[in-house]
């Protein structure tokens, strides 16, 4: 009895930091959701589900959501791919890759906003140093060709850029990190055995790195699901609000409109659509039923 009594006391500062920045802000946040609020005025008026009802018929919620599946989508295809790519790298080379490990990681040291502020002058169009060097290249007649920033149909590509250039050193390092779990004796089983490197790829160790996989892609989707000040500080969501994410336009639903219940209904939608796509992804790709089994 007294252990478990040190245990809660242990226990006891995380729970109080959980329930004062993690559970009242989200009871606050649902329950803002059900009112119409006016911050000037003062006043709250229970609409019910009204709040809901606007968003998910509003053509602007639609937009980002679309916006920001297709952002998350983007990033965290690219950094998979090539973090698991570089991560063969480091694990073929061994010891020798100690050197480039650490330079690789030092991406993961750059503040986001620092990240976007430098990503946008190099692909700003008229003076970005990416269309100059294009222009050397003899690919583009003037610097203005592309808008890497300014053209709707690519700007969504463009603003992820910066995301993959910091974070597909922190994919690398965890797939890198599940590797190193991976039986050598497998592996010297299947090349004797007649497996290519591709067919050791798809059958071995992907297979075996599931659970790493899972876990990668889920933090790095949530991740990547809230990017806010990354797009924020290279277009604020424009041009003509073809880089608004959903986080921009809560951002701007509860800054700049002063509308908190409205902000608060897409936040608690926006949240329940996270939780269901890490749900989804937990059964689908790490499957622990079929792990244990």
């Known amino acids: 009895m007294p252990d478990k009594r040190f245990a809660l006391l242990l226990m006891l500062p995380a729970a109080l930091f959980l329930a004062v920045f993690v559970a009242w802000p989200l009871v606050k946040l649902v329950a803002d959701s059900f009112y119409d609020i006016a911050p000037l005025a003062g006043t709250r008026t229970f609409v019910g589900f009204g709040n809901y009802v606007q968003v998910l018929t ?39 890759s100690r050197v480039l490990r650490t330079v690789f990681l030092y991406p993961l040291m750059i503040a986001p906003v620092v990240a976007g502020l430098l990503w946008r002058f190099l692909l700003v169009d008229n003076f970005g140093l990416v269309n100059e060097l294009l222009v ?27 995301d993959i250039w910091l974070t597909t050193s922190f994919m690398a390092l965890v797939l890198f990190a ?86 608060s209904a897409m936040g608690t939608i926006y949240l329940l659509a996270m939780l269901a796509v890490a749900f989804a992804a937990v059964l689908t790709i790490w499957r622990p039923g079929k792990e244990q089994a």
């Open 58 to 96: 509003s053509p602007d919620f639609g937009g980002a959501a679309l916006r920001t599946a297709g952002y998350t989508a983007i990033v965290v295809t690219c950094e998979f791919v090539l973090g698991l790519a570089t991560a063969l790298l480091f694990h073929a080379l061994g010891r020798r």
């Open 136 to 162: 050397r290249l003899g690919i583009l007649s003037t610097p203005a060709d592309i808008g890497w920033l300014s053209d709707p149909d690519i700007v969504l590509f463009s603003v992820a850029l910066p």
């Open 178 to 263: 599940g590797l190193q779990n991976v039986p050598g004796e497998l592996l010297e089983a299947a090349r004797l055995d007649g497996a290519g490197p591709v067919q050791q790829l798809f059958r071995i160790i992907l297979p075996l790195l599931r659970p790493v996989i899972a876990v990668a892609l889920i933090v790095r989707g949530i991740d990547a699901v809230r990017a806010f000040d990354i797009i924020a500080i290279q277009t604020n969501g424009g041009p003509q609000q073809s880089s608004e994410t959903l986080s921009l336009l809560i951002y701007r639903t509860m800054v700049r409109f002063g509308d908190p219940g409205t902000a």
